[in-house]
């Protein structure tokens, strides 16, 4: 069974960074879209970065392009996401989830990776404070 160990989160001051960590175990998927989801309480869950491994692209929400960066390891199915400059709303649970499938084209990423994730990890809490 697939299995996914979020690491990184914490509290920092706004303008600050964290380095969250996904590492998957029992990862034999060929195809997949991977990435991270937050979820603050009381808002719907919103996709913040990915990877589609069918064209190796990165994608990132509006609200932290430029900021957030994602990245993988040197096949150790482990993938990372750099978060710089944060803002209090960057506050919430961090979810690292996975989908068998890669983004269909010309759909809105953010919206189908939250509903078409099938393995997610427990969560990471990021918070923003001074």
């Known amino acids: 069974q697939l299995r996914l160990v979020e690491s990184g989160g914490g509290l920092v001051p706004p303008g600050g960074s964290l380095r969250l960590s996904c590492a998957a175990s029992?990862?034999?998927?060929?195809?997949?879209?991977i990435g991270w989801i937050r979820q603050v309480p009381g808002k719907e869950r919103e996709g913040v970065s990915c990877l589609n491994s069918p064209d190796g692209t990165k994608r990132y929400a509006d609200s932290v392009n430029g900021r957030f960066t994602m990245s993988e390891g040197d096949g150790d199915n482990t993938w990372y996401l750099q978060m710089d400059n944060l803002k209090p709303a960057d506050a919430g649970t961090y979810y690292c989830?996975?989908?068998?499938?890669?983004?269909?084209?010309?759909?809105?990423?953010?919206?189908?990776?939250?509903?078409?994730?099938?393995?997610w990890g427990t969560g990471t809490q990021v918070t923003i404070s001074s």
């Open positions: 989830a996975v989908s068998g499938r890669g983004v269909p084209r010309k759909t809105a990423w953010g919206h189908w990776f939250v509903r078409e994730s099938d393995y």
């Open positions: 029992e990862f034999t998927l060929k195809t997949y879209t």
